[in-house]
């Protein structure tokens, strides 16, 4: 099984790792297209307020145009650790310890927008694209990443399960047939039920650990609803689509 996480836009600074090997991440059919993004951020970050509209970002975020100006050279970090934000609180991958660990680092990915797909331990550094973000003069993330990212999605979903927790823009970078999709409501004491915004993600946080952590190893939907529910989250299935309903 394979918990598809969507990134953050807040990421820890720093890492104690070697500067970015683009060779040296998994799913290297996305190598080219990587290449290229980072060579435009980079490139981009001499321009400040291009780089500023581009990433839908304020002088007071100048700090963001650094980091992708030093995407080459700067440190890097397991992905799983440079993301954070509240999902990633949630899912708190640093208090797993032994096997556990061990078995949420294999099952967990990243969809970006600068490297597509990624594993738990692909080392990278601090950068700022978002799944939305307009490079000048380029098309569209999702019209780029769509046709490499697409047959690499397919198939890891050939193999293992996949479970998506990606929101929609990132959802829209690259599809995964078959993937078990979620989302999170909040259920009103009149029986109403509306969308959850941004407690959706401490939600998620919470099923991605307990999912990425089991010694089970669920085969379908229905499964994943089991592991879900033995974590306490109230879970509800049709098909390949679940539904976390939480109190509002």
């Known amino acids: 099984m394979i918990v598809l996480l969507p990134p953050s836009e807040t990421k820890r600074t720093g890492g104690d790792g070697p500067a970015l ?5 998994s799913s290297p059919a996305l190598a080219p297209l990587r290449t290229e993004l980072v060579d435009e951020l980079v490139a981009l970050a001499a321009d400040r307020p291009a780089s500023r509209r581009a990433l839908g970002i304020s002088a ?6 650094d980091r992708n100006a030093a995407l080459r050279t700067a440190p890097t970090m397991p992905a799983i650790d440079r993301y954070t934000g509240v999902l990633y609180d949630a899912l708190d991958v640093g208090s797993l310890k032994g096997a556990m660990a061990a078995r949420a680092r294999s099952r967990l990915a ?4 600068l490297f597509g797909l990624l594993r738990a331990d692909d080392p990278i550094p601090a950068y700022r694209l978002s799944a939305t973000s307009r490079l000048p003069g380029r098309p569209t993330l999702a019209s780029r990443w769509r046709p490499v990212l697409d047959p690499v999605l397919a198939g890891v979903s050939e193999c293992e399960l996949v479970v998506d927790l990606r929101s929609g823009s990132y959802a829209s970078l690259g599809r995964v047939p078959g993937a078990v999709c979620v989302d999170v409501v909040a259920e009103h004491a009149d029986g109403r039920r509306t969308v959850v915004s941004h407690f959706n993600k401490a939600h998620k946080g919470r099923l991605a650990r307990a999912l990425s952590s089991t010694r089970s190893e669920p085969a379908d939907a229905a499964a994943v609803a089991g592991v879900a529910r033995r974590a306490g989250l109230r879970v509800e299935g049709r098909g390949d689509h679940l539904t976390v309903v939480v109190a509002a």
Do not use: P
Not at 21 to 25: D, F, G, M, P, T
């Open 21 to 25: 090997s683009i060779e040296a991440l």
């Open 60 to 65: 007071a975020q100048d700090a963001e145009i």
């Open 110 to 113: 990243v969809g970006s927008a």
